[in-house]
């Protein structure tokens, strides 16, 4: 599994998360499946949508990426919508190429793309050192 090192690990101030810390050896990665967002989801919800959907933009910009270590639940919340796979869709693959539909995302969050735009990125919270897996030091 590909780790995306600089990418921010969660939303800055919350729980939030972004990336996993490592990938699941036992039961495969978790699969990404399409999440609708009604119009009542809370406010931190939606901040985290576009606190999520802005460092995408800031680490890979239009270029596909791999899905990696970025977060099943995260990316389900933007996928077929402003975040599109890349051929053929495997929800369930770390390799899973992935690329950002920079109209639909400006679309669905301008604010991300205001002059006055927020600052998501915040402070490295750790999660992106080069420490050994837990599991194999068991």
């Known amino acids: 599994m590909l780790k995306h090192r600089g990418f921010p690990g969660r939303l800055p101030g919350t729980d939030f998360q972004f990336v996993i810390r490592r990938e ?6 978790t699969p990404i499946t399409r999440r609708e967002r009604y119009k009542d989801r809370k406010t931190a919800d939606r ?3 576009a606190g999520f959907l802005a460092a995408l933009i800031r680490h890979f910009g239009e270029e596909p990426f791999e899905r990696g270590n970025l977060d099943a639940g995260r990316l389900s919340w933007l996928i077929g919508r402003e975040v599109k796979p890349v051929g053929d ?5 770390y390799e899973q190429l992935l690329q950002v539909d920079m109209a639909a995302a400006e679309a669905a969050f301008p604010e991300i793309f205001a002059s006055d735009a927020p600052d998501f990125a915040g402070d490295d919270d750790g999660w992106d050192s080069d420490e050994e897996d837990d599991e194999d030091a068991q």
Do not use: V
Request: charged residues 50%; glycine residues 8%.
């Open 24 to 29: 699941n050896r036992k039961k495969g990665a």
């Open 89 to 93: 869709f495997d929800p369930a693959d």
């Open 47 to 49: 901040r985290a949508d």
